[in-house]
């Protein structure tokens, strides 16, 4: 016979991704001012409860910005708007304009919410917006890996009770009885 058990769980663990972008005229004066930031919507997710543990960054970027630009074609003294086809001189070309560093984390906590505040993760999300994040990417609600393992050896226990009460029901019905298991 074959068993098998099943069993609804609710999320034990949520998590949420929290950034900070910034820009600057040069690339150090962009992530300076991240870091900044970022410190102060980290030091409000700790002022709720959030431990070092529960946060980890997920992604960290600096990069120039650009800007189409087009220069003023000057032929012969004077500012032409229209040429066909324009000479190289003309032409638009992209330039950097300021560079913009950005920098993310993932909070993780329990889905019990087992913070120094009696809220959600609404409230995590509300301390870090108004800290100065400007990215939040939906919580993601998820049973932990530790959990996961209590529910499986637990799955297991139950789906060999089901089999040995089926090997018993078929046996039963024949006539014979179940004495003991050959393989599993």
Do not use: H, W
């Amino acid at each position: 016979t074959t068993g098998s058990a099943t069993v609804k769980v609710d999320p034990d663990k949520v998590s949420v991704t929290i950034g900070v972008e910034t820009k600057g005229p040069t690339a150090a004066e962009a992530a300076r001012e991240n870091a900044r930031v970022m410190e102060r919507v980290l030091a409000a997710l700790r002022s709720l409860g959030v431990g070092s543990s529960q946060i980890a960054t997920s992604n960290y970027s600096v990069f120039p910005v650009y800007e189409l630009v087009s220069p003023p074609c000057i032929m012969e003294g004077k500012v032409v708007t229209e040429v066909y086809p324009p000479p190289p001189e003309c032409q638009p070309r992209n330039e950097i304009t300021g560079y913009m560093a950005s920098n993310m984390v993932t909070v993780t906590v329990d889905a019990d919410f087992g913070l120094a505040f009696d809220g959600d993760i609404g409230s995590v999300i509300d301390a870090a917006v108004d800290a100065g994040a400007t990215n939040v990417s939906g919580a993601y609600f998820f049973v932990s890996d530790e959990r996961q393992q209590e529910i499986r050896d637990s799955l297991i226990e139950k789906a060999v009770v089901n089999a040995q009460g089926r090997a018993e029901k078929a046996a039963g019905a024949v006539g014979m009885e179940v004495t003991g298991v050959k393989s599993i």
